[in-house]
Structures are given as C-alpha cells and as structure tokens.
C-alpha cells in the first residue's frame, strides 16, 4: 500500500484537482500505461553544475578561479543550446551521445575562459562524464519506487518519454534501482524527435503496446491507443502541450515547490500535483479502470 510521504491539505487537494475529470468527459475510461519525463520527476540532479565542472577540473591538474567557477552554468546553457543547434537529439544517428557531450563540454570550458591542451580536454571531459553518469548526480525523489510498484500491482505499464540519450537506459536508471520496475524506454535520441512533437508520443505507443500484459504475455489483440496513457512531467510545453496534443492525459509536478510556475500551469488549463502520491489519490477520484489485467487473462 502507498503511504503518503508529503503532506497536503484537504484544501491544497481542492486546489489541485480544480473539479477537472478525465475518465469520465473521456472516450476511454481506462488507463492502460503510464509515461514519466525523468529528470525533475522522477530523478533530482545533485550539487550544482559548477561544481561538478570545476571538481572534474580540479581533479585532473586544471584549476579554474572563483570567477570563472561563477560562469560555469551560464556557459554550459549556451554551449548546450549551440551543441544542440549543431546536432539535435544528442547527434540523432550521425554521431554517439558521448561525442556530443564531449563536443558540449569542451565548449562550456571554451566559453568559461579555460586554456586546455587536448590531453588535458579529454581527462576533464572523461571525468564529468563518469560524474554524470554516477550517484554524485542523481537522487531518486521518495515516492518514485513506491508508485512504479503500486502500478505493477495495478497492471499499469510503466515507462518514460524523455529528451535525453540512452545512457539513461543503459546505466543511469539501473544504477538508481529503477529500471527493474519498469517496461519501456523512449529517449529523443533514439526516435531522433523530442518533445514536444508528436512523434515521440506515437513512439511511446508502439514501445509500450508489447508489455500491457507487464511481460506475462503478448496479446497483439490489446491495442493500446493514446487516450489510454497518462502523461506525468514538470514542462508545460514539453510534457502537457506536448502530450495532449498527442492524445494523451497529462499531468504535471511541481517538484520544488515553484508556486508561481505552477499557478501560471494551472491558470493554461494544466493539472498540476506536488508529487506522485497525489497522483495515485487523484486517479481514484476519477475511478478509471487501470491496466489490462482481466484482458490478459483471457
């Protein structure tokens, strides 16, 4: 059973469900599968950015002053936006994610002011990258592993849309113990279109259609279809816009607590809860059907 680990309000629950009911003004009455963005709803970075960096520097003989420490987040927001002008969705199928990220970080010290030889280039940029892809970088909120099992309970199919690379498949979500509770991955760099376009929703479709049954059994005959997926994010372009316009349900996260961002989400007509515990309350006001269990039965 789901135990609630954040407070919240009779009032604050009134607040968020602002009397909106998707099962019963919809078509399909019944959730089938669920897709999470990752990074701000399920995962956390840690430490901040700059101190990752300089850190990485540091340990590899390169030392940056105050000053240029300071910079850090700027330029790499720059040398992310150009790295991702220069080659979208992490370099599609033109060039590894590692590349692009080495291409991102060498531009980001570029930008800060730091003179590195090419030796020096690389030892800095293997170290961020092992730091990235490490426990240094990410938590895992609190009510993610309770709520990934609460929907294999309910025969709900688990997954995530994310703007990211595979590295998150291959070693970040299995070094935080989340990958085991869940039965599809769809990454921008794989589908080479990232939200908020439709495609990479119609590729979650297809991802998620083999396991409705959790992996139990394939039944081609179970055809999953968009209003029988529910959408959860923290970007109101990129996971609601996005998602609903797909045909999807969604809802957003106010994670850390931005009362003003997620007042102007609700005011352009977004569900908006402070985390998943409320979303599992939420989906029993609506009393949808969840999952495909009786089907995959038969």
Same mark, same amino acid.
């Given at each position: 059973?789901?135990?609630?680990?954040?407070?919240?309000?009779?009032?604050?629950?009134?607040?968020?469900?602002?009397?909106?009911?998707?099962?019963?003004?919809?078509?399909?009455?019944?959730?089938?599968?669920?897709?999470?963005?990752?990074?701000?709803?399920?995962?956390?970075?840690?430490?901040?950015?700059?101190?990752?960096?300089?850190?990485?520097?540091?340990?590899?003989?390169?030392?940056?002053?105050?000053?240029?420490?300071?910079?850090?987040?700027?330029?790499?927001?720059?040398?992310?936006?150009?790295?991702?002008?220069?080659?979208?969705?992490?370099?599609?199928?033109?060039?590894?994610?590692?590349?692009?990220?080495?291409?991102?970080?060498?531009?980001?010290?570029?930008?800060?002011?730091?003179?590195?030889?090419?030796?020096?280039?690389?030892?800095?940029?293997?170290?961020?990258?092992?730091?990235?892809?490490?426990?240094?970088?990410?938590? *895992? !909120?609190? @009510?993610?592993?309770?709520?990934?099992? /609460?929907?294999? $309970?309910?025969?709900?199919?688990? #997954?995530?849309?994310?703007?990211?690379?595979?590295?998150?498949?291959?070693?970040?979500?299995?070094?935080?113990?989340?990958?085991?509770?869940?039965?599809?991955?769809?990454?921008?760099?794989?589908?080479?279109?990232?939200?908020?376009?439709?495609?990479?929703?119609?590729?979650?479709?297809?991802?998620?259609?083999?396991?409705?049954?959790?992996?139990?059994?394939?039944?081609?005959?179970?055809?999953?279809?968009?209003?029988?997926?529910?959408?959860?994010?923290?970007?109101?372009?990129?996971?609601?816009?996005?998602?609903?316009?797909?045909?999807?349900?969604?809802?957003?996260?106010?994670?850390?607590?931005?009362?003003?961002?997620?007042?102007?989400?609700?005011?352009?007509?977004?569900? *908006? !809860?402070? @985390?998943?515990?409320?979303?599992?309350? /939420?989906?029993? $006001?609506?009393?949808?059907?969840? #999952?495909?269990?009786?089907?995959?039965?038969?």
């Amino acid at each position: 059973m789901l135990r609630r680990t954040f407070s919240s309000t009779s009032k604050n629950r009134k607040i968020l469900y602002q009397n909106r009911q998707i099962c019963i003004h919809n078509t399909s009455k019944r959730i089938r599968a669920i897709s999470c963005d990752v990074t701000g709803t399920l995962v956390s970075f840690l430490g901040r950015i700059e101190d990752h960096y300089a850190d990485a520097a540091h340990t590899c003989g390169v030392e940056l002053s105050t000053e240029k420490k300071s910079l850090i987040p700027e330029c790499f927001s720059k040398a992310y936006k150009e790295t991702s002008e220069a080659h979208p969705c992490f370099g599609n199928s033109h060039i590894t994610s590692k590349e692009w990220w080495r291409r991102c970080v060498k531009r980001s010290f570029d930008l800060v002011g730091t003179s590195m030889d090419e030796p020096e280039e690389e030892r800095v940029f293997q170290r961020v990258y092992s730091t990235f892809g490490s426990h240094a970088a990410y938590g *895992v !909120f609190d @009510d993610v592993k309770p709520f990934l099992k /609460w929907c294999k $309970r309910h025969g709900i199919a688990c #997954g995530v849309i994310s703007n990211a690379d595979e590295r998150y498949g291959d070693s970040i979500l299995p070094m935080l113990g989340l990958l085991d509770h869940m039965q599809f991955l769809t990454f921008s760099k794989n589908v080479e279109v990232e939200k908020p376009h439709k495609e990479i929703f119609d590729a979650a479709i297809l991802d998620a259609q083999p396991w409705l049954c959790l992996g139990n059994e394939t039944r081609p005959d179970i055809k999953l279809i968009p209003g029988e997926v529910l959408h959860i994010g923290n970007d109101f372009q990129k996971d609601y816009v996005g998602a609903t316009e797909a045909g999807f349900h969604a809802v957003l996260l106010d994670r850390y607590d931005e009362k003003e961002v997620a007042q102007s989400w609700r005011e352009r007509g977004a569900l *908006v !809860f402070n @985390d998943l515990i409320d979303v599992v309350e /939420w989906l029993g $006001r609506e009393q949808c059907e969840l #999952g495909s269990g009786d089907e995959c039965k038969i």
